[in-house]
């Protein structure tokens, strides 16, 4: 057993409680149960090392033959689990890191997320060698824009950071409704209805403003279950994302990318 729980303890204190309790190496104790120790008065032992209190920053001890006084210090878990509180010194394979040191299951709806902008990410380098193959240097300037901020959005929700409100495309929020909303005036086209004869370039372009959509709603679901949309932020630059990706589309339809 790598991670000691306070349950496993209390049924094993249920005839007796020892004054020593030996951690093997490898095995964590989960907060609870070095609380339940303490309060309990059994002291740790960590392999073979001689006893010391199970929680962490115990008061000083007197050491007899120096009549000096010294820290018991206990070395502290790498990891905790954000769903439990659990304790790991090693990640374990079905875990990753959510944020800072704290874990999380592989199929946590925020990873679930970030799986998606890394789809995201290989859709757009794929769309970028097309369109350099195809001489379309300002296409993949604008491709280059989407890439960074689907990276600075990777990078912002692992560090827990917000999102900057900055323009897409060189457009604000006014400017970026405007032009999807008006493209006739803006472009030279009218709205777009996807078909198969639009072209390579235009319907990739769609495949991905598409991607971005899911992967809104993937935010949707997984903020909503872990900060109760106290980060609209991102949501908000993933729906920018997919009126610029619309607007790319409508500027290849115009010919503003040969």
């Not at 009549?67 to 439990?84: F, L, M, N, Q």
């Not at 925020?110 to 769309?127: K, S």
């Amino acid at each position: 057993m790598k991670v000691i729980s306070e349950s496993y303890l209390r049924d094993l204190f249920r005839k007796d409680v020892p004054e020593t309790f030996r951690l093997e190496e490898g095995q964590i104790l989960t907060p609870s149960a070095s609380q339940l120790l303490g309060e309990k008065g059994v002291k740790v032992v960590r392999g073979v090392e001689e006893p010391c209190t199970s929680q962490p920053g115990a008061a000083p001890k007197k050491t007899e033959a120096e009549g000096k006084t010294e820290e018991t210090k206990v070395a502290g878990p790498r990891y905790v689990s954000a769903i439990d509180g659990g304790l790991y010194e090693t990640k374990p394979e079905h875990m990753t890191q959510l944020t800072g040191n704290r874990l999380v299951p592989k199929d946590h709806p925020r990873i679930v997320f970030r799986g998606r902008l890394d789809t995201c990410q290989g859709e757009i380098l794929l769309l970028q060698a097309k369109a350099h193959d195809a001489g379309k240097k300002a296409l993949v300037a604008d491709l280059s824009e989407i890439l960074e901020w689907t990276r600075d959005i990777m990078r912002r929700d692992v560090l827990d950071t917000p999102v900057p409100d900055k323009p897409i495309l060189g457009l604000s929020d006014a400017e970026l409704r405007a032009h999807s909303h008006n493209p006739k005036k803006y472009y030279g086209v009218g709205h777009l209805l996807p078909a198969y004869d639009m072209g390579e370039m235009i319907l990739r372009l769609n495949r991905l403003r598409a991607q971005i959509r899911e992967m809104e709603v993937s935010a949707v679901s997984a903020l909503k279950e872990t900060f109760h949309l106290d980060k609209p932020d991102i949501v908000q630059a993933l729906n920018r994302m997919s009126s610029a990706i619309y607007i790319m589309m409508l500027k290849d339809k115009g010919g503003m990318y040969t």
